[in-house]
């Protein structure tokens, strides 16, 4: 197996896949008599048709080594994870090769960071790293055509700080 080293979640670093959603920088705006920082449109969701929706996950958590056999891609709609706990979860992504994923790239998540994965990205799937497996998603619901794509992986890679 190819070993892959996860690296921190960063703004820059995963721009090429989507976006990182977090309260980082000053608030956008002060509302609620001043009590509550917004932080405005963090990221872009992308729909082909259909319309967005939100979804509950209640995902087993996984441990490291952690097998990375297949990733998936939404061709039709963006679909961003929201984890309903502070917990650090794993994020897999990978640029386009012909219809296939490149080399993966891993990363873990801050406490209090969720993503945006972009139309047509390669991502593995939702990996918690502890319990319980929460995650709020918002995603393309409707829509015509099929909106999911597989590719498994000949020879697995495997994910270990």
């Not at 721009?15 to 609620?32: H, L, Q, R, S, T």
């Amino acid at each position: 197996m190819i070993r892959i080293v996860p690296e921190p979640l960063t703004a820059d670093a995963f721009a090429p896949f989507g976006d990182v959603i977090e309260c980082a920088g000053a608030p956008d705006k002060i509302i609620n008599q001043g009590l509550c920082g917004r932080f405005h449109d963090r990221a872009v969701m992308d729909f082909s048709d259909g319309q967005a929706g939100i979804s509950l996950f209640n995902a087993t958590p996984r441990n490291f080594p952690y097998t990375l056999d297949m990733m998936e891609r939404h061709p039709d709609g963006s679909q961003a994870f929201i984890p309903m706990t502070q917990a650090p979860f794993l994020v897999i992504v990978a640029s386009d090769d012909d219809g296939k994923p490149s080399a993966p790239r891993a990363f873990v998540t801050a406490s209090g960071q969720a993503i945006n994965y972009h139309r047509n990205i390669w991502h593995g799937v939702c990996v918690p790293l502890h319990a319980p497996g929460l995650f709020a998603v918002v995603d393309r619901i409707g829509g015509s055509g099929d909106n999911l794509q597989e590719h498994w992986f000949d020879d697995p890679f495997t994910v270990e700080p």
